[in-house]
């Protein structure tokens, strides 16, 4: 069974911090590259950040590059998005996906590329 759950999201002021966690099912999990997307009202759903496999190497968009860092814990299954530093831009609701089904690293971040999503939880960063 594939099963991707986010939790985590919650209401931050700017200059805050969140910590956002998406626990998968091992066959969503096990040997696949995952990241993190996020859909801020009204713009198409856009990839945050991803990670490889063994959680050594991580590639983040310009927007998110230094604030935010993505991690897992293989023992559990477990994808995680540390969020520093929030701006209200960074408002939206985020989703973990994975099963990377693309290229080169420059297509990472695009959402096309993955097989499994969670439901999302929604991050709100006020002025």
């Known amino acids: 069974q594939v099963q991707l759950a986010e939790s985590g999201g919650g209401s931050v002021q700017a200059g805050g911090s969140l910590r956002l966690t998406c626990v998968a099912s091992?066959?969503?999990?096990?040997?696949?590259?995952m990241a993190w997307f996020r859909q801020r009202a009204g713009k198409e759903r856009e990839g945050v950040g991803a990670?490889?496999?063994?959680?050594?190497?991580?590639y983040y968009h310009d927007s998110v590059e230094g604030r935010f860092t993505i991690s897992r814990d293989n023992a559990k299954n477990t994808l995680i998005l540390q969020m520093n530093d929030l701006k209200p831009e960074d408002t939206g609701d985020y989703y973990c996906?994975?099963?990377?089904?693309?290229?080169?690293?420059?297509?990472?971040?695009?959402?096309?590329?993955?097989?499994?999503w969670g439901q999302g939880t929604q991050v709100t960063v006020s002025s």
């Open positions: 996906a994975s099963d990377y089904e693309g290229g080169p690293v420059r297509d990472l971040l695009i959402r096309t590329n993955y097989k499994n």
């Open positions: 091992e066959r969503a999990y096990k040997g696949l590259v």
């Open positions: 990670i490889s496999v063994d959680g050594e190497s991580t």
